[in-house]
């Protein structure tokens, strides 16, 4: 049995369908979705899973060190299964000026392992 996660971003409100029911994600968005939520969550955050998470937001305030956040998003994407493991995603880290307000942008490009199709997804960590 699937269960259907329901479409809702890190931080953001749940989605509602056009019938008034809670909007499920489905397709790269699911995916889109698992990833950041992976990506964002501390480890030790979810009780029944300690293990989970990057904790990404932890780095933010730090010097970034861009080698070990591109390897801990690649580790942590590749327990994702909307992640195909062939061709390797592509994952830039750019640090973000703290006169900027600080914290790092990441970009990955990774195969929707479901669909096949490239996916891309971008976004900033920052306070």
């Known amino acids: 049995m699937n269960l259907a996660d329901l479409d809702q971003y890190v931080g953001g409100d749940l989605s509602i369908s056009a019938t008034g029911d809670l909007q499920t994600a489905t397709g790269t968005i699911r995916g889109q979705q698992r990833i950041l939520r992976r990506l964002l969550t501390n480890p030790g955050e979810y009780i029944f899973h300690p293990e989970y998470g990057a ?6 305030g730090r010097t970034a060190d861009v080698p070990k956040i591109r390897a801990l998003v690649r580790g ?10 062939a061709p390797a995603p592509e994952i830039n ?17 990774y195969t929707d392992a479901p669909s096949g199709q490239p996916v891309t997804l971008s976004f900033e960590v920052g306070k």
């Open 93 to 109: 880290v750019a640090a973000i000026p703290s006169a900027a307000g600080g914290g790092f942008a990441i970009t990955i490009i």
């Open 55 to 60: 904790g990404l937001p932890q780095y933010v």
């Open 76 to 85: 942590q994407i590749q327990l994702e299964e909307a992640v195909a493991r």
